[in-house]
C-alpha cells in the first residue's frame, strides 16, 4: 500500500445513503465539516465506528447569520450527551415562546394575525439562531467525543472501486475509505458522480436578501423600538410582491 493512503477499519455497518440501504464495514471519510458532515461523523461515533473528516477551511470561523432547526433535528441533537448539547443550543437559540409570530400589512403596519408558537417538547426541540454560533457547538462535540477532524485539506475529486471508495486531495493524496460521504453542499462533486450528471442549481426566480447585525440602533429609534423592549420578536411584512421578515433575538 502507498504510503499517502490510509487503511479502513472493519466495523460492519448499516449505513442509509441518498435512501439506499448500503452494507459499508465501518470507517467513514466525510468531506466538509459542516452540519451534515458533522452530525453524519457523530452518529458514526455513537454507533462504533471511525469517522474522519477533510475540510479544505483551515480553521472554524464564526460565520453566516440565522439558522433553523425543526423538531426532527431537534431528536438528534438531544440525543447527544444526555440532552446537553441540545440544552447548549437552546440557550442562545431565539425563544419565541411568548411572542409568536406577528405578521403585518406592508403599508399600515397593521397585524393581520399572530401565529402563536407551538409548545415546547424538550425531547424535540426547536433551534432559530446565529449559523456560526451553533455550529461552534457541534463542531467542539464532535471533536470532544473523537471526531477525527483534518482541516485545511481540499477534496479535490472522489473515486470507488468494487472493493473500496476514498478521496482525492488537492496535494494528490488518494485517501482510501470503506465509504465516503460527500457534504459538500450546493456545489457537490459527490452527486454528479452518485447521479452519473451534472446536476447544476437552478434559480427559482426569487431574492433573499438577509443581515445579522446589532440593535443598537433599533433601540435608538423611537419606530422600530418597539420590535427590541420585549425580549426576542419575530414579524413579516407582507406586500404585493414579496415578504419582509424580521427576526430579533436579544
Known amino acids: 500500500m502507498a504510503p499517502n493512503q490510509k487503511q ?6 448499516l449505513v442509509l445513503v441518498r435512501a439506499h440501504l448500503l452494507l459499508s464495514r465501518g470507517w467513514k471519510n466525510l468531506p466538509l465539516s459542516g452540519f451534515g458532515g458533522l452530525t453524519a461523523a457523530i452518529e458514526c461515533i455513537r454507533h462504533g465506528h471511525t469517522p474522519v473528516i477533510y475540510e479544505s477551511f483551515p480553521s472554524l470561523k464564526i460565520l453566516g447569520d440565522i439558522i433553523s432547526f425543526g423538531p426532527n433535528a431537534g431528536r438528534i441533537f438531544h440525543r447527544w450527551n444526555d440532552g ?15 411572542y409568536g409570530f406577528n405578521i403585518h400589512k406592508w403599508d399600515t403596519g397593521e397585524i393581520v394575525i399572530n401565529q402563536k408558537s407551538p409548545q415546547k417538547d424538550e425531547t424535540a426541540p426547536v433551534f432559530n439562531g446565529h449559523r456560526g454560533e451553533l455550529h461552534e457547538i457541534v463542531f467542539n462535540y464532535a471533536k470532544e467525543i473523537g471526531v477525527e477532524i483534518i482541516l485545511g485539506q481540499r477534496v479535490e475529486n472522489y473515486w ?48 433573499v436578501w438577509r443581515s445579522w447585525f446589532s440593535n443598537k440602533d433599533m433601540i435608538a429609534d423611537p419606530e422600530t423600538r418597539q420590535f427590541c423592549e420585549n425580549g426576542d420578536t419575530f414579524n413579516g411584512w407582507i406586500g404585493m410582491f414579496g415578504l419582509a421578515v424580521a427576526e430579533l433575538a436579544f
Open 160 to 207: 470507488e472501486t468494487e472493493d473500496a471508495a476514498g478521496i482525492m486531495l488537492e496535494d494528490g493524496t488518494r485517501v482510501e475509505g470503506d465509504l465516503v460521504v460527500g457534504s459538500d453542499g450546493v456545489r457537490s462533486k459527490a452527486r454528479t458522480l452518485v447521479l452519473g450528471y451534472e446536476d447544476k442549481p437552478k434559480s427559482s426566480g426569487y431574492a
Open 8 to 13: 479502513a477499519s472493519k466495523l460492519l455497518s
Open 84 to 98: 446537553a448539547i441540545a440544552r447548549a443550543m437552546r440557550k442562545i437559540s431565539i425563544d419565541l415562546s411568548s
